[in-house]
């Protein structure tokens, strides 16, 4: 439906009034004017009519009716006017403009039966005999000896120079009216255009606070109206600022929150559809946070497990808590808080999800307690072996030199063990309270010296190997370490790789320069590790053979103390390994210095 502008809505209803408003000052002044002229011409003629009586008078009481025909014709040749004498049955015995013998009788004429009860009598109505409409004033005339009238003086004449003279008003009130009209058209045009100018105005300045600018001002002078409306409109757009601004901040403040927060957040309506959540919770699901917003729980989450979590939640808005696991790269174990979402007004409108990562504390309390278990059992066997051996001595002591000997050997290697065993555990610990304290001193060394030394203490320490390890490292090379803990890291492989590589094959340990980093790598030719052993090999008391480890001597530890070492220089430690031909472990360190 096409809309009017307010120009084209009140113009016309304004035209409409006008026009009426002259149509009805024109008729009744017009009406008015006909009305005055018709009095004034009734009262003409009753006076001409009541000067004539006394003259007529004497001609009927003398009964010359031919002298009364003369004098209304005289009448009629000086005034206009059509003068008649009518008797009291309504003979004609006068008439100026026609022969009284050939007149019909007059007696049931409005004016004449008037005139007959003593009063004046008036009529407008169309003549016949004349062909156009005339006003007859018919007045009582003659006295007898009981006083009554004898006859009738009847004077009319024509209406038709009244109506001209009414039609030429008309006109004349029509023509100003019409140009009243079209200077009130004018003027109100004008008004409305000024009006609807000014609404515009105000129609704009809404439509600009609509799309926030609220830093522009209204100003209407007039109408009153108009301006209380740009006034009003000033001081909403004003609060409207201020509440936009308030309601952005808190906006904001609510993102900052959710952003920084490493919790996921999730806001899901009553319909299952998401309607907020948090970068971590998008991080968490794998799902972009725009296009999440609008969609399904099942969508997003895309697991079993937390859909039925929302849902239960929605049901009945009871606060729980249940961990979920996510598939994906990685296993995911989330521990997700599920409550009602509740408006101010205490409608329920969704529920709200809260995740908390707790992969790595579950993994760390796996680990704590395999750690425990280990070191319970790794301890327990020495500890074990030496009581059994200890109490045999007591009880029942050998009786020849050589079995006392075997006895306090194994005691001695066991206790060498233990001891082995514990000096590991507190280098970790060592590791792993410097590591987080940063308490540890680096500086800028080059690293063939070092391998150097390690090479050097095994040659000193086992001298039937000291012709299996070979060193390659270019004396140039440098990076921000710490030379006792890479020894002992270095040491750790070197030794492992003695220990597992076939009898008397070469031990390759060298180190080269690659995009900002230095890696240090241990190569043996031993028998190599299957894959699904790889990702395990440095945690701590894990075995690839553990009797082979335990016969070699190993704790279980070397490789976890590594790792550290590693991590502590800010790099990594890594291996490699195919089944048959040998293993190559590599400690990366970034070269430029550590903080």
């Known amino acids: 439906m096409r809309r009017s502008s307010l120009l084209w809505t009140l113009l016309p209803p304004l035209l409409v009034v006008l026009v009426l408003t002259l149509v009805l000052v024109t008729g009744f002044t017009g009406r008015s004017m006909r009305d005055f002229v018709l009095d004034q011409v009734q009262a003409e003629l009753e006076h001409t009519a009541l000067l004539l009586e006394p003259h007529l008078t004497h001609l009927v009481e003398a009964g010359d009716e031919a002298a009364v025909q003369r004098a209304c014709q005289k009448v009629e040749e000086d005034t206009g006017m059509r003068l008649t004498v009518i008797m009291p049955g309504g003979r004609v015995i006068g008439d100026s403009e026609q022969n009284p013998q050939f007149m019909d009788n007059h007696a049931n004429r409005p004016e004449i039966m008037k005139a007959m009860t003593g009063e004046t009598g008036m009529s407008l109505r169309y003549s016949a005999t004349q062909k156009h409409q005339r006003m007859y004033v018919a007045i009582p005339a003659g006295v007898t000896s009981d006083h009554a009238r004898t006859f009738v003086i009847r004077a009319s004449v024509s209406t038709h120079s009244v109506s001209l003279l009414v039609r030429r008003i008309y006109g004349e009130i029509a023509l100003v009216g019409l140009a009243l009209l079209i200077i009130a058209g004018g003027i109100s045009l004008l008004v409305a255009r000024n009006i609807s100018h000014k609404i515009g105005y105000l129609r704009d300045g809404a439509e600009a606070f609509a799309e926030g600018h609220f830093d522009r001002e209204l100003a209407v002078a007039d109408p009153m109206e108009l301006s209380d409306l740009a006034r009003s409109m000033n001081s909403m757009a004003r609060q409207l600022d201020e509440r936009m601004r308030k309601t952005e901040s808190q906006r904001q403040e609510l993102a900052a929150v959710l952003a920084s927060m490493i919790e996921g957040v999730i806001a899901v309506d009553a319909d299952e559809n998401i309607i907020r959540l948090n970068k971590t919770a998008a991080r968490m699901l794998g799902y972009s946070e725009k296009d999440a917003i609008g969609r399904s729980i099942q969508e997003v989450g895309r697991n079993s497990e937390l859909t039925a979590l929302a849902q239960l939640t929605l049901s ?45 504390i579950r993994r760390l309390q796996t680990m704590r307690r395999d750690f425990v278990a280990n070191v319970s059992h790794e301890l327990k066997t020495p500890i074990t072996s030496i009581k059994g051996f200890v109490e045999t001595l007591i009880e029942s002591p050998p009786d020849n030199r050589e079995e006392l000997d075997r006895f306090l050997g ?3 290697r066991q206790s060498d063990r233990l001891g082995q065993i514990i000096g590991d555990l507190l280098a970790l610990s060592r590791l792993e309270v410097t590591d987080q304290t940063r308490d540890i001193e680096f500086f800028d060394l080059p690293l063939r010296p070092i391998l150097e030394r390690v090479v050097r203490d095994f040659s000193n320490r086992q001298p039937e190997h000291s012709g299996r390890i070979q060193l390659e490292c270019s004396p140039d090379l440098r990076a921000t370490v710490n030379a006792p803990l890479l020894e002992q890291a270095v040491g750790n492989l070197v030794d492992n790789a003695l220990k597992y590589g076939r009898e008397g094959s070469t031990v390759y340990l060298s180190c080269q320069a690659n995009n900002g980093t230095v890696n240090l790598q241990v190569r043996d030719e031993g028998l190599g590790i299957a894959s699904h052993h790889l990702p395990r090999l440095f945690e701590r008391f894990y075995r690839v053979d553990k009797a082979r480890s335990r016969q070699m001597g190993g704790t279980g530890l070397g490789l976890a103390i590594v790792k550290h070492i590693a991590q502590a220089h800010g790099g990594l430690a890594s291996v490699t390994s195919e089944p048959g031909v040998g293993s190559t472990f590599v400690i990366t360190l970034p070269r430029e210095e550590t903080a």
Request: no cysteine.
């Open 316 to 360: 009945d808005y009871k606060s729980r808590e249940k961990d979920v696991h996510l598939g994906g790269a990685r296993e995911t174990l989330l521990e997700v808080q599920a409550s009602g979402l509740v408006g101010l007004d205490g409608e329920r409108i969704g529920a709200l999800l809260v995740f908390n990562d707790v992969t790595r």
């Open 410 to 412: 194994i005691i001695n």
